[in-house]
């Protein structure tokens, strides 16, 4: 988030996917928000290859 120059704040609900879950987790403490009810969803990296 350093690349943006204003201050922003983030509401998730429903579903986070990796996308946006990322984006919760950039944002400053006090700046992101998520329902009771969201769920986060983060993929496991994997190595080059497929190999785990």
């Not at 609900?13 to 329902?35: D, E, F, M, N, V």
């Not at 969803?41 to 080059?48: A, D, G, T, Y």
Request: charged residues 15%.
């Amino acid at each position: 988030m350093r690349i943006v120059p204003c201050d922003a704040a983030t509401t998730a609900i429903g579903t986070a996917c990796p996308g946006g879950a990322l984006l919760l987790l950039s944002l400053a403490k006090g700046k992101r928000q998520a329902l009771p009810e969201t769920r986060m969803l983060l993929h496991h990296p994997e190595r080059p290859g497929g190999q785990t």
